[in-house]
């Protein structure tokens, strides 16, 4: 396993919440900032949010004050809690080492988030 493995996806009502996982594998977890990445249909991976060796985060404009992210260097997971979801934020979901989302890092197969109309 060298890339994360991200779970948690679903179909979920307009308004409401999701909680994502992502469990990582590299023994130096605790030293990488991590990513939330997400694609939507028709459009490119963007970044959604990142949280850093220190716990400080960042969230992309479209998420902010709905999203957040968080993590677990013993587990060696990261969470992204999702609240008042929109139809806007139908995509598949990633997680990665880093901020980039155009890294050539391996990719894993992200979990869907579906937000009905």
């Known amino acids: 396993q060298v890339q994360p493995v991200e779970s948690g996806g679903g179909l979920v009502q307009p308004g409401g919440s999701l909680r994502l996982t992502c469990a990582a594998s590299?023994?130096?977890?605790?030293?990488?900032?991590m990513g939330w990445f997400r694609q939507a249909p028709g459009k490119q991976r963007e970044l959604v949010a990142y949280i850093n060796t220190y716990g400080n985060t960042y969230y992309a404009d479209s998420v902010k004050g709905r999203f957040t992210i968080s993590r677990d260097n013993a587990k060696k997971t990261v969470g992204l809690q999702m609240n008042s979801l929109n139809p806007e934020d139908t995509a598949i979901y990633y997680c990665n080492y880093g901020t980039n989302p155009t890294t050539t890092q391996p990719w894993g197969q992200g979990t869907q988030v579906t937000v009905s109309s």
């Open positions: 590299r023994s130096s977890f605790s030293t990488y900032t």
